[in-house]
């Protein structure tokens, strides 16, 4: 069975810094990979979403993410953050032929004006 | 509707009781998939439902859990004779087609439960 580590659950940073969010993830075989966001108040949304091909995906609102396969890692990243970007970030991975997301634990990402 | 719709959002019930949560997916989604997350964790995988029938319940925690969806359309997640520890945010989410680990996957606000 897949599982995900994130790590730093909490997040705190100021507008236009970096932001880089880690995911590591353990399986044996091919995988999807995904960010999903919870902005407050609000349901999960897909941020972006990697099935193949090009290893780094953009992403809605700036967002990026790089698959290394072999670091085992998805690592979500955001150049200059804003006030707005302010929300829980998961991530997740389903093995394919296999469409059960495991999560991670999520990063609760603060952003101070 | 135009997103995935659950009810009631937060629910506190008595040690014991049953609690049903309902889900009503995008119109014309296939795929309807239950997910439980407590406090600090990520959402866990509980069922999923390709229409009407329910693919894969390995993930419901034990038989007090159960799923249906009986039209392929709405679908009710029973908890019978609750426990603290069920306590948890409820996610349902729906896909578009056939579940397969190709789809986007659309997520409601989810159900709180509280139980006392």
């Known amino acids: 069975a897949q599982s995900v580590s994130q790590h730093n659950h909490h997040v705190i940073l100021s507008e236009a810094a970096s932001l880089e969010l880690g995911c590591n993830y353990s399986?044996?075989?091919?995988?999807?990979l995904f960010w999903y966001v919870q902005y407050p108040g609000q349901h999960l949304q897909l941020l972006l979403k990697?099935?193949?091909?090009?290893?780094l995906v953009k992403g809605i609102k700036g967002f990026e993410a790089e698959f290394i396969k072999s670091k085992f890692s998805f690592n979500l990243r955001k150049p200059s953050v804003q006030w707005s970007d302010t929300a829980e970030y998961f991530c997740?991975?389903?093995?394919?032929?296999?469409?059960?997301?495991?999560f991670g634990k999520g990063n609760q990402v603060v952003v101070i004006p | 509707g135009a997103g995935v719709s659950q009810s009631p959002r937060y629910k506190v019930t008595k040690r014991g009781q049953d609690v049903a949560l309902r889900c009503d997916p995008i119109?014309?989604?296939?795929?309807l998939y239950w997910y439980r997350q407590a406090l600090g964790q990520g959402p866990e995988f509980l069922t999923y439902?390709?229409?009407?029938?329910?693919?894969?319940k390995s993930g419901l925690p034990n038989d007090r859990f159960s799923a249906e969806r009986p039209e392929g359309s709405i679908s009710t997640l029973t908890i019978q004779r609750t426990e603290q520890r069920d306590s948890a945010m409820y996610r349902c989410?729906?896909?578009?087609?056939?579940?397969?680990?190709?789809?986007?996957?659309?997520f409601g606000e989810g159900s709180w439960l509280t139980v006392v």
């Open positions: 989410a729906s896909s578009l087609e056939v579940a397969s680990s190709g789809n986007t996957i659309y």
């Open positions: 399986y044996g075989g091919t995988v999807n």
């Open positions: 990697y099935f193949s091909g090009d290893p």
């Open positions: 997740a991975v389903t093995g394919h032929g296999n469409n059960r997301l495991a």
């Open positions: 119109s014309g989604h296939v795929s």
């Open positions: 439902f390709n229409y009407e029938a329910q693919q894969d």
